[in-house]
């Protein structure tokens, strides 16, 4: 496992592995919001969950849209919309052996622009402190595949 | 490609290949499931996906929601939810040289909840199947992500 | 860094690693799309979000459903759907010593069809124009896929 050990004293590639893990635990743990939202306002998507509260016809009045409920999911997209390129762009960019110091400034500063994101969509607080993280994260990532794109092209 | 060699010589990575396949094949099926219902229930997203059977303004009754759909569409939309951060957090686990048996163990059990959790929600089976599954895959993930930041803390 | 050098210098790597960057770059983009739709056509999904044109109640009649926003955020979704095994697929397959040609070509028809089907999506083109060219990015996915599982094998 040569190759593993040499990748894991490569400073850029650890700092990658601990931001990614981060970001994607915060992702994952808008799913564990949503079913608790579902829970305790009763809000199902699926008649097979209302089964706890009602039987027979009974469970229709369980599957419905709530505001507070669908507020969790826009934002579990949003990560998922954003997130997903970061992973992705991010391990090419820790491949293509940026300057230490530039690869923390992006891998803070994205993370940081994320969960300031939740909690400006879930509080809510007033635009524009939603639009500017996304912005951030956005503009993170596009820097990110701009500099991998300035090293490698191969068509 | 020295390095690809020895990196396909790690058991663990060859198992973390195999089964991120074969879930992203699983989570890739939902596409053809719902492409499938959508034909067969003539239930459209789009007017110009229903011109086969309609012209002008009688496209419109084939734009509607279906139960059908949306359910597999649900299924889809968790699978994209939690598949995305095993794949992510289970590249960098494989990095981080876990022990060959509790690495088999964390794919093997990731992938057979996701299966479990597909036919527990396209059937579907009564609760708590597929809360089930999809805690033991969220369980699994975050066991694994656990073990990176163990391992692997350079802020 | 001596690994990242040697990934560096692989063809095959390398090819993936821009082909990747531009389909991640692809799908960022339509958050933007999504964007500049909503603050023109004054559809929003928040009630926040639409402080800039009402205040108290009025802000109810701008959060609403259009059309043209949804067409774009379902191509987005299957942007997530499609790129996301792409990406996961993909970097398995970079890794399994595929011939160079044949790699190319992988990268090179998927990223044509994810461009045409944004391009198929939002004109909108008639059908079978979207249709035929999902099918061709899946179908490349899969092909990658099967060249990944058989190489590798390990349950």
Redesign the interface.
């Known amino acids: ?8 004293e ?2 850029v ?3 990658y ?6 970001v ?2 915060k ?2 743990l ?2 564990s919001v949503t079913a608790y939202f579902r829970l305790t306002r009763k809000v199902f ?2 008649p ?2 209302a ?2 509260h009602a039987t027979g016809e009974g469970v229709k009045k369980y599957v419905r849209i709530d505001e507070g409920v669908e ?1 969790v999911r ?1 934002c ?1 997209q949003n990560d ?3 997130i ?2 970061f ?3 991010g ?2 960019y820790a ?3 940026p300057d230490l110091f530039m690869a923390l400034m992006h891998f ?1 500063i994205f993370t940081a622009s994320r969960i300031y994101h939740t909690i400006a969509y879930l509080t ?4 524009p402190n ?2 500017l993280s996304w912005m951030i994260g ?1 503009g993170v ?2 820097s990110m ?1 701009y500099t ?2 300035k090293n ?4």
């Not at 592995?17 to 981060?22: N, R």
Request: charged letters at 15%.
């Open positions: 496992m040569a190759e593993q050990t040499k990748l894991m490569n400073e590639f650890l700092a592995v601990t931001y990614s893990t981060i994607l635990l992702m994952m808008m799913s998507a699926n097979e969950d089964t706890l507020r826009r579990h998922l919309e954003n997903v390129p992973i992705g762009i391990l090419l491949f293509s052996s803070r809510p607080l007033p635009q939603r639009g956005y990532t596009f595949a991998v794109l490698v092209w191969y068509l």
